[in-house]
């Protein structure tokens, strides 16, 4: 099933719940929330009481994306502040399995991911852990980067392991998500698309979920 996941880094933080419902009224399935602590990734964005502020204004999935360094210390935090899903990286310092238990017992569900020089085979143990796997396009920390094709191959080799195993796991991309690369993303395997400027920037953001939605569909 294709999910749209607009990310807020593109959006207007002065208006970040007004933003939240303009993302629900156009049809998207997730709200993708980046939190970066500056450490893990070369950026700073927000914290869980940001997301907590929002929380009661839309019924959008909340899909946080932790870029941060000990995701297993704050995952509570996020849990608290309404996190639907959360995904944390691989080449965090949190032991991964910990980490996904520790999600699981807070009642959210848990995604791993992986950065551009991770190779894809590092999340195959988890794959029957997690509901997401996320597989970046682009180098992290920022929005608004071009796409980077090459990385679909780790997509496709995740695709299939998923397949061999039987298992129903999601794949998201995330990074220079538009209306062309959707399509590659999808052709590769994926079926969750996080889109930050391509919908937060366009003339109508329902128009352009519809679109990545119909690109999507191969
Ligand atoms: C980057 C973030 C992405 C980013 C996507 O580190 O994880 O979610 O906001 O933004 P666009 O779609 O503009 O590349
Ligand atoms: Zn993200």
Redesign the pocket.
Known sequence: MIKISP????SDFSKLGEEAVRMEKSGADYL?L?V?DGHF?P?ISFGAPVIASIRNKTNLVFDV?L?ISDPLKYVEDFAKAGADIITFHLESDSSADETIDKIHELGCKAGISIKPGTPPEAVYPYLLSVVMVFV??????????S?LFFLMTKVNKIRDQIKMMGGEVDIQV?????EETAEVAARAGANVF????????AENAAEMIKKLREKAKV
């Open positions: 990310s807020v880094l593109a993708h980046d970066m990734v950026n994306h870029m970046f396009s682009v180098v992290s920390g920022f929005g608004g980067q796409f995330d990074g220079g998500i538009n996080v889109a930050g400027s391509a919908v937060f920037k």
